[in-house]
């Protein structure tokens, strides 16, 4: 089945999502795009399409945190002809509290979307893409490397993701499917620091002041079509990408 080349993103509303969808659909591939916000999706997809001169973005609404609504979901994909890719794009941090004074839900929902939410995704789509010998792919984090103060739940989900894609691996040794990690390091997106900081742009523009060329999504876009790309018995197993201007969390250039 190495023709097939149709891919599901999740998380494909905003940032790392949405250029992955662009940047696959430019490399020849049919892609859905899964999220919850639909008006952003039908945008998106009416987009690339006439930018592509063919039908290469479809869409569904899907919750990965939600039961049904992903099984729904993966269900009218399935039906729409085999999947060869999956890439889990779908994820947030929440606040930047110290563990002692930490939100218990902050850590309870960036739980269910970054850890269970791409379990529930895999699990279901991962039968149909041993048959089309595909690849299940997790856009992580280095925050699930090094861990840093006041990230304490955001990287006690990433380390968990990451380790969730390194099993996964090991338990599919023999079978016809690849499993990818993509660690992104710090990457400017629209929606990602303005979310974790509930609005506050000041915060969230704080986060980058002063690095020159910070990551941007089109750069982990790259990433995944490159990894994509390779012949179905080459498995990228792992790739830590961060701007040249940061050496870790704790280590970056800023200019002043």
Not at 19 to 31: E, M, N, Y
Not at 51 to 71: I, K, L, M
Not at 128 to 154: D, H, N, Q, R
Not at 232 to 243: F, K, L, M, N
Request: hydrophobic share 45%; net charge negative.
């Amino acid at each position: 089945m190495k023709d097939i080349r149709r891919a599901v993103v999740t998380g494909a509303s905003s940032g790392i999502g949405t250029a992955t969808v662009r940047a696959l659909a430019a490399d020849g591939w049919t892609v859905v795009a899964l999220a919850r916000r639909t008006e952003r999706l039908e945008a998106l997809a009416e987009e690339v399409n006439a930018a592509e001169s063919r039908p290469a973005v479809s869409w569904e609404e899907c919750d990965v945190t939600d039961e049904a609504s992903t099984q729904a979901a993966v269900e009218r994909v399935l039906a729409g002809g085999p999947v060869k890719a999956l890439v889990n794009c779908a994820g947030a941090a929440l606040g930047k509290d110290p563990v002692a004074t930490a939100s218990l839900d902050d850590w309870r929902a960036m739980y269910e979307l970054n850890v269970l939410g791409t379990l529930r995704i895999t699990q279901k789509l991962l039968p149909a893409l041993k048959e089309s010998a595909g690849t299940v792919l997790v856009i992580s984090s280095t925050a699930g490397i090094e861990p840093y103060e006041g990230g304490a739940g955001y990287c006690a989900s990433k380390f968990a993701e990451r380790v969730m894609a390194r099993v996964l691996r090991l338990e599919q040794i023999g079978e016809p499917v690849r499993v990818v990690d993509i660690s992104p390091g710090m990457v400017h997106t629209e929606e990602f620091s303005v979310h974790r900081f509930r609005g506050d742009q000041a915060k969230a523009d704080a986060v980058y002041a002063g690095v020159p060329d910070p990551l941007k999504a089109e750069d982990i876009a790259e990433c995944v079509r490159w990894a994509l790309d390779q012949p179905d018995t080459v498995d990228i197993d792992s790739i830590v990408v961060r701007p040249r201007a940061e050496g870790s969390y704790t280590k970056v250039h800023r200019e002043r």
